[in-house]
């Protein structure tokens, strides 16, 4: 039992309880979001009388949540005779568990430094005992390959929608599930390409030490700030979160690869999706905005990189702070952007930002050959934003959308709509 | 609080990965698993259960359901795949490049770096090139 692994085990039982907690209130601020754009007052009703205690006061809605959880399970579980029962019962399982590992690497709270103690007395087994002084990573699992484990917990979450919509033998899940699957794929390829910029940048995998050198304002967005916002966008498209939510797009596909899942499986879906923000926010913040760095200035005093308690505890707010503040971002523009349509979510994604990608892998991989400051990355990127721009217009295009020349067909060039 | 400067230079290299470093996510990966097969449980136990021959009918908005599910679907789909497998292969392959490239990039009189540079440019450049196929032969339409 090393210091490390006690205190990766505290960090992982407490920050589990944390997201659960926070994903069931983050559905509640959704709401309140989508009200608030749409000048409405949203939930404020459900306070935490159940009908039965005598309290007058509504706390602000904030029992909703609640409310929503016990519905949930008191709802009817059916599993229509239709679909393949064992795909449909394991797809709920196969979207909760990446989502709820996915985010083990993040490093809350830096490094905690102890100068040793010794245990009270009365305690079993530990009584008296001595522990030297350590420095430990206040995070779940300090590995060398972080990164990439995010990276590789994040892609298994495309099987969960996939079984799902395959399971469900409906036809609203099938197209959800393909369409679901495209997108994934496709915008895994820009996401995984960031984070190869960011490790070549920063030459490790290991998260702890992408949040340290960070620190004192280094920030990668300053140095990528056109990467950033792919990145971005690609996290947006691997939730499934509007403007790139064509697989559950209300409006054709009802509620595409969940569509026959009730009762609690459905929450599951719901649940991951929202656990999937917290964790593709926080990926962003421990890459470009500086993980527990409190200052965006560079150059400027900054937390200690080894602290106490008090020290972890700011840290881990500061991080959270931010995870928010991007989780609100992301309801705000799902409340303000409309959907694109599959086409465009396509080209989007292998006609711009995998290029672009490309070309800065390429850009950094020069300018970390020749030992450059990273300023220059920020003058790339601009001349990269203004080259894509400039170039996008002049490239051949293919006429998108065609109006099919069909007898009969609405936008037929042949005959009138309703001639015979 | 006391903000007090530091370098980030100063990173810390932590003892050498052990067992213990990834024990953690096994406990993590059994607490994720408990979460989603004991809510399965649960709400199969608690909530009602009836059965009906309306119910069990596909849902299509109402409409009889005309043909099964299990058809036939766009290449495209197919497609995508293809290319996402060619790319992503691509990316795990750079994976070690983009950790070990910077501590020889910097040395100076290093023979590795420029190597390895011409090397991955090299492999980028056919990535490229296949990238520039598919778009010209038309992959990359999605209308």
Partial sequence: ?420 | MNFVLSTPTTALTLAAETFSHYAPLGVLLLMAIGFGVGNLILTSIIGPSRQGETKGIVYESGMDPITSSRRRFNVRFYMVAMTFLIFDVEIVFLYPWAVTFPSLGGTEGDALAPLFVARMLFFLLTSIIAFAYAWRKGVFRYD
């Fill in chain 1, 1 to 420: 039992m090393s210091p490390q692994f006690v205190i990766s085990l505290i960090t992982i039982v407490l920050i589990v309880h944390v997201m659960l907690l926070a994903t069931s209130y983050l559905i509640m601020l959704e709401r309140k979001t989508c009200a608030w754009i749409q000048d409405r007052i949203g939930p404020n009703r459900t306070g935490f009388s159940f009908g039965v205690l005598p309290l007058k006061f509504h706390f602000w809605g904030l029992g909703q949540p609640l409310a929503d959880g016990i519905k949930m399970f008191l709802k009817e579980d059916y599993t229509p005779p239709f679909v393949e029962r064992a795909l449909f019962l394991l797809a709920p399982v196969l979207v909760i568990v990446p989502a709820l590992i996915g985010w083990a690497v993040i490093p809350w709270g830096g490094y905690y430094a102890s100068e040793g103690f010794t245990w009270w007395a009365w305690l079993p087994f530990l009584g008296g005992q001595t522990v030297a002084p350590f420095t430990v990573a206040v995070t779940g699992a300090p590995l060398s390959i972080g990164v990439i484990y995010m990276l590789a917990i994040g892609s298994l979450a495309v099987y969960g929608v996939v079984v799902g919509g395959y399971g469900s033998a409906n036809k609203y899940a099938f197209l959800g599930g393909l369409r679901a699957t495209a997108q994934m794929l496709s915008y895994e390829i820009p996401q995984g390409l960031s984070v190869l910029i960011i490790i070549l940048m920063m030459g490790t995998a290991t998260t702890d030490v992408i949040a340290v050198q960070q620190s004192l304002g280094d920030w990668n967005i300053w140095y990528q700030p056109l990467l950033a916002f792919i990145f971005f966008t690609c996290i947006l498209a691997e939730c499934n979160r509007a403007p790139f939510d064509i697989a559950e797009a209300e409006q054709e596909l009802v509620a595409g690869y969940h569509v026959e899942y009730s009762s609690m499986k459905f929450a599951l879906f719901f649940l991951g999706e929202y656990l999937h923000m917290i964790t593709g926010s926080a990926f962003f913040v421990l890459l470009f905005l500086g993980g527990w760095s409190a200052n965006p200035i560079p150059g400027v005093a900054d937390l200690p990189i080894v602290g106490g308690l008090g020290i972890v505890l700011l840290k881990f707010a500061i991080f959270a702070g931010k995870v928010t503040f991007l989780v609100f971002a992301m309801m705000w523009i799902r409340w303000t952007l409309p959907r694109l349509r599959f086409d465009q979510l396509m080209k989007l994604a292998w006609r711009a930002m995998i290029p672009i990608a490309l070309v800065l892998l390429l850009a950094t991989g020069v300018v970390i050959y020749l030992d450059a400051s990273f300023w220059i990355l920020t003058a790339v990127n601009a001349i990269v934003f203004i080259g894509a721009a400039y170039l996008y217009p002049k490239l051949p295009s293919d006429d998108g959308n065609r109006r099919v020349p069909l007898a009969g067909s609405r936008f037929s060039p042949l005959l009138p709509a309703d001639g015979n």
